[in-house]
């Protein structure tokens, strides 16, 4: 074996004083059957998790808040589901002057739940209705309906679990999807990137107005249509409204 040399008997202690070999030494004596290896790479794991959730105080501006999100790619229901931390403008200087202009509450508050949704998702998360009900003290109802709200009056679909997970998608989510595939010309693809849906729902909503549309240009009723495809009632008189007002008239 070989002497370690009067330096590292001198110095290899003072390590110790660090974050890192602090967690370890930890994990090594209060859990005994975590070996140094392991004990490291979890030591490494809850650094991660500490340096993400404590942003240094300057990288905040003034009116932002720290929120630990729904990770975007893992569902609210899963077991294994994983958080993001993102940084919200809870409260801006184009909020102040919107006060200033008069502007109705209503309306700055709708623009104030898009714009912490949309920051969420470009940092990785996503929030849902709760979430935004917690941060402003409002309910879920009256948040859910000034985004809904916001998505008519902007023509968008804004991204939160309902359409991201496919958790109870509205028809207004399937009305911009269809008029974006049948008005625009747009692919799936394009289309599930401009209403923050995945490609998975977006294929589901166009495949199955499709097979709506030829049954219906075949003068099939709704009872017919329901038989044949499947597809319930509510949700075929869902999509005979949507091409009502896009097929029809082209």
Same mark, same amino acid.
């Given at each position: 074996?070989?002497?370690?040399?009067?330096?590292?008997?001198?110095?290899?202690?003072?390590?110790?004083?660090?974050?890192?070999?602090?967690?370890?030494? #930890?994990?090594?004596? *209060?859990?005994?059957?975590? $070996?140094?290896?392991?004990?490291?790479?979890?030591?490494?794991?809850?650094?991660?998790? #500490?340096?993400?959730?404590?942003?240094?105080?300057?990288?905040?501006?003034?009116?932002?808040?720290?929120?630990?999100?729904?990770?975007?790619?893992?569902?609210?229901?899963?077991?294994?589901?994983?958080?993001?931390?993102?940084?919200?403008?809870?409260?801006?200087?184009?909020?102040?002057?919107?006060?200033?202009?008069?502007?109705?509450?209503?309306?700055?508050?709708?623009?104030?739940?898009?714009?912490?949704?949309?920051?969420?998702?470009?940092? $990785? $998360?996503?929030?849902?209705?709760?979430?935004?009900?917690?941060?402003l003290v409002m309910s879920d109802g009256a948040i859910s309906l000034?985004?809904? *709200?916001?998505?008519?009056?902007?023509?968008?679909?804004?991204?939160?679990?309902?359409?991201?997970?496919?958790?109870?998608?509205?028809?207004?989510?399937?009305?911009?999807?269809?008029?974006?595939?049948?008005?625009e010309k747009k692919t799936s693809n394009i289309i599930a990137l *401009?209403?923050?849906?995945?490609?998975?729902?977006?294929?589901?909503?166009?495949?199955?107005?499709?097979?709506?549309?030829?049954?219906?240009?075949?003068?099939?009723?709704?009872?017919?249509?329901?038989?044949?495809?499947?597809?319930?009632?509510?949700?075929?008189?869902?999509?005979?409204?949507?091409?009502?007002?896009?097929?029809?008239?082209?």
């Amino acid at each position: 074996m070989l002497q370690q040399s009067d330096h590292v008997k001198r110095y290899r202690s003072a390590h110790d004083r660090y974050l890192k070999p602090t967690i370890i030494n #930890f994990l090594v004596r *209060e859990l005994r059957y975590l $070996g140094p290896v392991t004990a490291a790479n979890v030591a490494d794991e809850l650094i991660r998790i #500490f340096d993400e959730n404590s942003p240094k105080k300057n990288n905040l501006k003034h009116g932002q808040m720290l929120w630990n999100a729904l990770d975007k790619n893992t569902r609210g229901d899963s077991p294994k589901r994983k958080y993001k931390a993102v940084v919200l403008s809870v409260v801006t200087d184009e909020d102040v002057a919107l006060f200033e202009q008069g502007k109705p509450i209503r309306q700055i508050r709708k623009q104030v739940i898009a714009r912490l949704m949309r920051e969420a998702y470009e940092q $990785g $998360g996503i929030l849902s209705t709760r979430d935004v009900g917690l941060i402003l003290v409002m309910s879920d109802g009256a948040i859910s309906l000034a985004r809904v *709200e916001y998505e008519k009056e902007a023509q968008v679909v804004l991204p939160h679990p309902g359409v991201l997970h496919d958790m109870g998608s509205t028809i207004t989510h399937k009305q911009i999807i269809i008029k974006k595939y049948v008005v625009e010309k747009k692919t799936s693809n394009i289309i599930a990137l *401009e209403t923050n849906h995945s490609q998975r729902a977006v294929d589901h909503y166009i495949r199955d107005f499709n097979r709506v549309k030829i049954l219906l240009e075949d003068n099939k009723d709704p009872e017919f249509i329901h038989l044949a495809t499947q597809i319930s009632k509510p949700t075929i008189k869902q999509y005979q409204a949507i091409y009502n007002q896009y097929v029809k008239e082209l």
